[in-house]
């Protein structure tokens, strides 16, 4: 049966760390300069029709270092031609689709389309490559003891935080997510993963109490991409919202900044603290890399052991 990565409910907990340990591996072996061409002959479609900086680069460079090629098609599903049928056609020439999408549903109709697998490059609902590379970073700096660790993510409940809640899921953390009233993100979602979670998962709308004992201050743009129409009206709401020194200094002390980037500099972070030591965001950026080629490599069925 084709897998698909299109949100951290299509795997078990025991696939997700298989994922990340190899996702350690690759970084290694990058980093020692060892080959690891292991999807020679393999060929992803990229289908992005949102800007990319960070996620079309490394599923590039990621299948470039693994050996394989990239085809980048910049296109709005289902402006040509029907969703089903972009997705029957690619399935005959390529390997892996590779999608960045506005809406959620075109991506899981293409991957319920294409008897090959689909990657979520983010969509209006989810950002679950993201989550990956920033587990694997909390991961690193933590030791791996990420248990009971407390995740606030300040600002918008948007598809970064839904994966993040999503994460929740498979690994023993803590998420709060501090926002105004009336942006706290999808409630169906929520609902069912606080079901499943509990008190694992907070919302709160008070930005000083919402970060304290916090180890990881996370943070957004407050308009995401789509919704550069409510910039204005999202900046005056959000702006007590905003992460600077002052409200990292209520966290915990050594707390750590994170940022899933492009970063609105003097908006929702302010410089002094993502060029802070505290600030992880280029190590997430870094780790989206290894993560994304460690998902290739499981998804098209290659077992390096």
């Not at 600077?244 to 002094?272: I, Q």
């Not at 965001?281 to 069925?301: P, S």
Request: aromatic fraction near 8%; charged fraction near 25%; charge should be negative.
């Amino acid at each position: 049966m084709v897998k698909d990565f299109l949100s951290f409910l299509d795997f078990s907990t025991e696939e997700i760390h298989k994922i990340l340990n190899l996702a350690h591996e690759l970084k290694i072996l990058q980093k020692k300069g060892l080959p690891h061409r292991w999807l020679r002959g393999k060929t992803q479609a990229m289908i992005f029709e949102k800007p990319s900086l960070r996620t079309k680069l490394t599923f590039q460079i990621g299948m470039f270092h693994l050996g394989g090629e990239t085809i980048v098609m910049d296109m709005r599903l289902g402006e040509r031609e029907s969703v089903p049928d972009v997705a029957k056609n690619l399935e005959r020439w390529v390997d892996l689709i590779v999608a960045r999408t506005f809406s959620h549903d075109d991506l899981v109709c293409l991957a319920q389309n294409a008897h090959i697998p689909v990657i979520n490059a983010l969509s209006d609902l989810l950002h679950p490559c993201q989550i990956m590379a920033d587990i694997m970073t909390l991961q690193e700096h933590f030791k791996e003891n990420i248990k009971d660790l407390l995740v606030v993510f300040v600002g918008d409940g948007n598809n970064v935080f839904h994966s993040w809640a999503e994460s929740l899921i498979h690994f023993p953390i803590q998420l709060r997510l501090v926002c105004p009233e009336g942006y706290s993100g999808d409630t169906h979602l929520l609902s069912k993963i606080k079901e499943k979670v509990g008190n694992r998962l907070i919302i709160t709308h008070d930005v000083h109490e919402g970060v304290k004992d916090a180890d990881v201050i996370y943070t957004d743009v407050w308009a995401s991409m789509g919704q550069e129409s409510e910039q204005e009206k999202r900046s005056k709401i959000f702006a007590p919202y905003q992460v600077n020194e002052k409200l990292m200094s209520l966290a915990k002390p050594g707390a750590k900044f994170m940022h899933c980037l492009p970063a609105h500099r003097g908006m929702e972070v302010t410089s002094e603290v993502i060029d802070s030591p505290q600030s992880l965001v280029y190590d997430q950026a870094e780790n989206r890399l290894h993560v994304q080629k460690a998902i290739m490599v499981t998804l098209l069925g290659y077992n390096p052991h």
